[in-house]
């Protein structure tokens, strides 16, 4: 599991991106993206997601103040391969 960081407002919206593409350029035939799937803690809301072959984003909200909510994507390949990325996102009064 690979892990990212990044720092969030409790009011502020944000989107985080996932390029995948170290992951997909692996395989011979080139492999993409099929389906994308976020959980999240710590008061964070998911409010919207999306994924194109390459790359998945999701939308975040809210957040505990001086707490560290993980964002956890996992993805399913059309090869049928499956992986799974952490962003931990640290609640600051920014």
């Given at each position: 599991?690979?892990?990212?960081?990044?720092?969030?407002?409790?009011d502020?919206?944000?989107?985080?991106?996932i390029?995948w593409?170290?992951?997909?350029?692996?395989?011979?035939?080139?492999?993409?993206i099929?389906?994308?799937?976020?959980?999240?803690?710590?008061?964070?809301?998911?409010?919207?997601?999306?994924?194109?072959?390459?790359q998945?984003?999701?939308?975040?909200?809210?957040?505990?103040?001086?707490?560290?909510?993980?964002?956890?994507?996992?993805i399913?390949?059309?090869?049928?391969?499956t992986?799974?990325?952490?962003?931990?996102?640290?609640?600051?009064?920014?």
């Amino acid at each position: 599991m690979q892990k990212f960081t990044a720092i969030k407002d409790p009011d502020a919206v944000h989107d985080y991106i996932i390029d995948w593409s170290d992951v997909m350029n692996l395989h011979s035939p080139v492999d993409s993206i099929s389906s994308s799937s976020w959980v999240t803690d710590q008061g964070t809301v998911i409010d919207s997601d999306s994924n194109t072959s390459l790359q998945t984003t999701v939308w975040l909200s809210g957040g505990i103040l001086n707490e560290v909510a993980k964002l956890v994507n996992t993805i399913i390949t059309t090869g049928g391969r499956t992986y799974v990325r952490t962003i931990n996102v640290s609640i600051l009064d920014t």
